[in-house]
């Protein structure tokens, strides 16, 4: 029989306003097991815990029921006070009357009956738990990072720079990323190219770090510590140790319709082609999409011309598996698609472009060569509109847009204003704005200085339509602190295009099992206080994967999922959770229900001689097996099994079944 | 806030089936209003002064009138406020009011227009006069 110990925390006032918790610890004094209750102002104090400690000494409890806040918040907390006072871990059990109660009732009465009821429901499930022991599982000291944006790069370096090897997988034949397109940052307009490339080559030359640039993650499997992954190595078709980067076969592909996707399709590449003079590793790849040769067989002008000997048109893709210990996603983002906003004229118009399109414009790695021509006749604009918000904040019933800030934007239009105005003093800039959102360090400032020392005309309203007339773009919008609607003739129009998650992440979030938010972005653990870790063990988060970020925030926040990384590689082992799965063999009669259903491999099936009432000697049967080590104890197969064989421990079925009764009683 | 225009605020959102609380003052219906310079209260100051309460001036004002009813404001509004649904509201109200005789039939001679079929001079006695 067990002695259960019942502790009833107040939170303050946090439970103790709307629940009688008195009365709650009065009311458990009478439930079977209970030979003790209390009720206590802060459970989780170190006052609380030592009364838990003392009680369970002095009435020699063999388990104990918190009723306090979530047990996310302070299960581990009370499970380490149990083991400090001699029980089992897996002897604590936790009612949840604050966020399940106070927080959500007004009326004390009815609050303190569900209190009641939530609390005697843990003593019932605590009646039937057996005390439970942790195993453990080997770490494999390496990790995986996908995406070799700025994220990628810096989370690889630091990880690294720890003594772990890393992989980075890169879906594009270059690392780099979205930073990689940028012309200047913000606030310190540096050039992007001159910060990131020096990152770049540290990456590629560090000897723990590999790269697989024009890859993708194929499978994963596995879990904590141990997963194992499919990496498909793209066919490049040139031999990437013999390619010299010399360029040559580029500029001689006859094939010239391929859009430039490192300029945003601002002009063409070959089907053979570099995407940028700084590319990481700075190798050919060809495109069989546009290539002549792979289409018709003839061609293969690149291979005449290539003096390494490196084309190879029968490359094929290639397989790599390898195991890691963690897995770290930095998948970064893409801007939204803007057909559907038709008021703004950006399919109709060339000159009305994206800010993404509008950094390549100003990149003296652009298409102009850094000369700001409006793509439509290559003339120098005099008036340039920019317009924020594009996409951004809109109503989650709106039918376009995206309901959230995209952070990035009031930034980076100030800094293209004030680069315009600085090159062009000739020009007039006018920027649509809702709100300037600009927190940061020395962020604010540098917005002003677009206004008070470039006279950038920011204008607070927002742009209603773009149409054309002769070669100008009318730009009509609402100039909302002079009450009146303005028309301006503009040269080009800007874009401050929202953000979205990069289209892999939905797809590499299910393989990983890693949860995502109804707009793409990952899920972290908790949304404060484990900011770069996912709620799937062993998965992180890094940059703009996780929500939208500028570069000073990708970069902390890159290392600060590395930190999470090396704190896990540097165990040994990893404590496992003993609550997982296991089958009955007399009553599981084969069928493979749960085998189909386990998300992670972890059960197996084998042929086991049976001993047990009733069955014959020497009977053989296939039954099921859970390995511990995988097993996650998700429940899946405790729900799919049509015998009722399989059990999670700890959450056994006749406990659940007890904390129904409890609650219906 | 005057009672009845409170009262009159609700009926409003109520009708119009906008809730005005959700604009952002981004002022695009503005921006996009091909009647705006006709109008003495602009879209986003409408759905402002509803949010507001302030629905006597808004009957009271000819802006009512200026809106055409194109619904380039409705098609978009980032935050799907909706402001000529509001407006389409408000015109409701002034006509559902009991005694209020906008239109008088001595008035008529001087208004006719031959251009006007008799149609929506008939329409209108119906909605204007009571």
Same mark, same amino acid.
């Given at each position: 029989?067990?002695?259960?110990?019942?502790?009833?925390?107040?939170?303050?006032?946090?439970?103790?306003?709307?629940?009688?918790?008195?009365?709650?610890?009065?009311?458990?004094?009478?439930?079977?097991?209970?030979?003790?209750?209390?009720?206590?102002?802060?459970?989780?104090?170190?006052?609380?815990?030592?009364?838990?400690?003392?009680?369970?000494?002095?009435?020699?409890?063999?388990?104990?029921?918190?009723?306090?806040?979530?047990?996310?918040?302070?299960?581990?907390?009370?499970?380490?006070?149990?083991?400090?006072?001699?029980?089992?871990?897996?002897?604590?059990?936790?009612?949840?009357?604050?966020?399940?109660?106070?927080?959500?009732?007004?009326?004390?009465?009815?609050?303190?009956?569900?209190?009641?009821?939530?609390?005697?429901?843990?003593?019932?499930?605590?009646?039937?738990?057996?005390?439970?022991?942790?195993?453990?599982?080997?770490?494999?000291?390496?990790?995986?990072?996908?995406?070799?944006?700025?994220?990628?790069?810096?989370?690889?370096?630091?990880?690294?720079?720890?003594?772990?090897?890393?992989?980075?997988?890169?879906?594009?034949?270059?690392?780099?990323?979205?930073?990689?397109?940028?012309?200047?940052?913000?606030?310190?307009?540096?050039?992007?190219?001159?910060?990131?490339?020096?990152?770049?080559?540290?990456?590629?030359?560090?000897?723990?770090?590999?790269?697989?640039?024009?890859?993708?993650?194929?499978?994963?499997?596995?879990?904590?510590?141990?997963?194992?992954?499919?990496?498909?190595?793209?066919?490049?078709?040139?031999?990437?140790?013999?390619?010299?980067?010399?360029?040559?076969?580029?500029?001689?592909?006859?094939?010239?319709?391929?859009?430039?996707?490192?300029?945003?399709?601002?002009?063409?590449?070959?089907?053979?082609?570099?995407?940028?003079?700084?590319?990481?590793?700075?190798?050919?790849?060809?495109?069989?999409?546009?290539?002549?040769?792979?289409?018709?067989?003839?061609?293969?002008?690149?291979?005449?011309?290539?003096?390494?000997?490196?084309?190879?048109?029968?490359?094929?893709?290639?397989?790599?598996?390898?195991?890691?210990?963690?897995?770290?996603?930095?998948?970064?983002?893409?801007?939204?698609?803007?057909?559907?906003?038709?008021?703004?004229?950006?399919?109709?118009?060339?000159?009305?472009?994206?800010?993404?399109?509008?950094?390549?414009?100003?990149?003296?790695?652009?298409?102009?060569?850094?000369?700001?021509?409006?793509?439509?006749?290559?003339?120098?604009?005099?008036?340039?509109?920019?317009?924020?918000?594009?996409?951004?904040?809109?109503?989650?019933?709106?039918?376009?847009?995206?309901?959230?800030?995209?952070?990035?934007?009031?930034?980076?239009?100030?800094?293209?204003?004030?680069?315009?105005?600085?090159?062009?003093?000739?020009?007039?800039?006018?920027?649509?704005?809702?709100?300037?959102?600009?927190?940061?360090?020395?962020?604010?400032?540098?917005?002003?200085?677009?206004?008070?020392?470039?006279?950038?005309?920011?204008?607070?309203?927002?742009?209603?339509?773009?149409?054309?007339?002769?070669?100008?773009?009318?730009?009509?919008?609402?100039?909302?602190?002079?009450?009146?609607?303005?028309?301006?003739?503009?040269?080009?129009?800007?874009?401050?295009?929202?953000?979205?998650?990069?289209?892999?992440?939905?797809?590499?979030?299910?393989?990983?099992?890693?949860?995502?938010?109804?707009?793409?972005?990952?899920?972290?653990?908790?949304?404060?206080?484990?900011?770069?870790?996912?709620?799937?063990?062993?998965?992180?988060?890094?940059?703009?994967?996780?929500?939208?970020?500028?570069?000073?925030?990708?970069?902390?926040?890159?290392?600060?999922?590395?930190?999470?990384?090396?704190?896990?590689?540097?165990?040994?082992?990893?404590?496992?959770?003993?609550?997982?799965?296991?089958?009955?063999?007399?009553?599981?009669?084969?069928?493979?229900?749960?085998?189909?259903?386990?998300?992670?491999?972890?059960?197996?099936?084998?042929?086991?001689?049976?001993?047990?009432?009733?069955?014959?000697?020497?009977?053989?049967?296939?039954?099921?097996?859970?390995?511990?080590?995988?097993?996650?104890?998700?429940?899946?197969?405790?729900?799919?099994?049509?015998?009722?064989?399989?059990?999670?421990?700890?959450?056994?079925?006749?406990?659940?079944?007890?904390?129904?009764?409890?609650?219906?009683? | 806030?005057?009672?009845?225009?409170?009262?009159?605020?609700?009926?409003?959102?109520? $009708?119009?089936?906008?809730?005005?609380? =959700? %604009?952002?003052? /981004?002022?695009? @219906?503005?921006?996009? !209003? *091909?009647?705006?310079? #006709?109008?003495?209260?602009?879209?986003?100051?409408?759905?402002?002064?509803?949010?507001?309460?302030?629905?006597?001036?808004? $009957?009271?004002?000819?802006?009512?009138? =200026? %809106?055409?009813? /194109?619904?380039? @404001?409705?098609?978009? !509004? *980032?935050?799907?406020? #909706?402001?000529?649904?509001?407006?389409?509201?408000?015109?409701?109200?002034?006509?559902?009011?009991?005694?209020?005789?906008?239109?008088?039939?001595?008035?008529?001679?001087?208004?006719?227009?031959?251009?006007?079929?008799?149609?929506?001079?008939?329409?209108?006695?119906?909605?204007?006069?009571?």
């Amino acid at each position: 029989m067990q002695r259960i110990g019942v502790f009833v925390c107040w939170c303050g006032s946090n439970i103790a306003a709307t629940v009688d918790v008195a009365a709650v610890a009065e009311a458990m004094k009478n439930e079977p097991g209970v030979v003790y209750t209390t009720d206590y102002q802060y459970m989780c104090s170190e006052g609380g815990q030592s009364r838990i400690k003392q009680a369970i000494k002095d009435y020699n409890l063999t388990g104990i029921v918190v009723c306090s806040c979530s047990p996310r918040m302070h299960e581990a907390t009370f499970r380490k006070t149990a083991v400090a006072a001699g029980l089992n871990p897996y002897m604590v059990e936790i009612a949840n009357i604050r966020e399940h109660c106070s927080w959500i009732h007004k009326d004390k009465e009815e609050a303190t009956e569900k209190a009641v009821i939530l609390a005697r429901t843990a003593v019932a499930k605590l009646m039937l738990n057996a005390p439970l022991t942790s195993g453990t599982s080997p770490v494999i000291k390496r990790a995986l990072v996908i995406g070799g944006g700025i994220a990628g790069i810096q989370t690889a370096l630091d990880i690294a720079d720890a003594g772990y090897e890393v992989d980075i997988v890169e879906k594009r034949p270059t690392i780099g990323g979205r930073m990689a397109q940028l012309d200047k940052t913000f606030p310190t307009l540096d050039c992007a190219a001159c910060i990131l490339t020096p990152k770049m080559v540290d990456a590629a030359s560090n000897e723990k770090i590999t790269l697989y640039t024009y890859s993708e993650v194929e499978s994963v499997k596995g879990f904590v510590g141990n997963f194992s992954a499919k990496i498909r190595k793209k066919a490049r078709f040139v031999d990437a140790t013999k390619c010299t980067g010399c360029a040559v076969c580029t500029e001689k592909c006859p094939s010239r319709k391929a859009k430039n996707e490192f300029n945003m399709g601002l002009n063409n590449r070959g089907a053979i082609y570099i995407p940028f003079a700084q590319a990481i590793p700075n190798v050919a790849t060809i495109d069989p999409e546009y290539c002549i040769h792979a289409k018709t067989g003839k061609c293969g002008i690149c291979q005449k011309n290539c003096s390494a000997g490196a084309i190879d048109f029968d490359q094929k893709d290639e397989i790599i598996e390898r195991e890691y210990g963690a897995i770290v996603m930095a998948t970064g983002f893409q801007p939204i698609k803007l057909d559907n906003f038709e008021e703004f004229g950006y399919a109709q118009y060339p000159d009305v472009v994206t800010s993404l399109e509008f950094e390549r414009l100003m990149n003296a790695a652009g298409p102009t060569k850094g000369t700001l021509l409006r793509p439509s006749d290559l003339s120098h604009p005099k008036t340039l509109v920019f317009v924020q918000c594009v996409g951004s904040r809109c109503s989650a019933d709106a039918k376009d847009g995206k309901p959230y800030c995209s952070k990035i934007c009031c930034m980076y239009t100030a800094k293209h204003a004030m680069l315009v105005r600085e090159k062009y003093p000739d020009t007039d800039v006018h920027v649509f704005y809702i709100d300037v959102r600009t927190p940061g360090k020395n962020f604010d400032e540098f917005q002003r200085r677009a206004v008070e020392q470039y006279g950038v005309d920011y204008i607070k309203g927002m742009v209603g339509k773009v149409t054309k007339k002769g070669d100008k773009l009318m730009v009509q919008g609402s100039d909302l602190l002079n009450n009146e609607q303005i028309t301006i003739a503009a040269d080009m129009v800007i874009l401050a295009t929202a953000i979205e998650p990069d289209p892999s992440a939905k797809q590499i979030a299910s393989l990983l099992t890693a949860s995502i938010d109804t707009n793409n972005w990952m899920t972290e653990a908790h949304a404060k206080l484990r900011p770069v870790e996912s709620p799937t063990a062993g998965v992180f988060l890094s940059g703009v994967c996780q929500g939208p970020k500028d570069v000073p925030e990708t970069v902390a926040q890159a290392s600060a999922a590395a930190s999470k990384v090396i704190g896990l590689l540097s165990k040994d082992h990893m404590v496992t959770n003993p609550c997982v799965a296991q089958s009955n063999e007399l009553l599981c009669n084969g069928c493979t229900t749960c085998e189909k259903v386990c998300p992670y491999g972890a059960i197996e099936y084998k042929d086991k001689p049976i001993v047990g009432p009733g069955v014959p000697r020497g009977t053989i049967r296939r039954v099921a097996e859970v390995n511990p080590a995988i097993c996650q104890g998700c429940g899946a197969c405790t729900v799919a099994c049509p015998s009722g064989a399989m059990d999670l421990k700890g959450f056994t079925n006749r406990q659940i079944m007890a904390e129904v009764d409890a609650i219906c009683k | 806030m005057h009672d009845t225009n409170k009262d009159m605020a609700e009926q409003v959102i109520r $009708m119009s089936g906008v809730n005005p609380r =959700k %604009c952002m003052k /981004c002022g695009k @219906c503005s921006g996009t !209003c *091909p009647a705006y310079d #006709e109008m003495e209260y602009h879209p986003h100051q409408f759905v402002a002064m509803v949010e507001k309460g302030r629905i006597e001036e808004l $009957m009271a004002s000819k802006s009512l009138y =200026k %809106c055409l009813s /194109c619904f380039a @404001c409705v098609e978009r !509004c *980032p935050r799907n406020v #909706e402001p000529a649904k509001l407006v389409e509201a408000v015109r409701l109200l002034v006509i559902r009011q009991q005694g209020k005789n906008y239109l008088k039939a001595e008035d008529l001679p001087a208004l006719l227009d031959e251009k006007i079929p008799q149609q929506a001079l008939v329409s209108a006695m119906r909605k204007y006069s009571k």
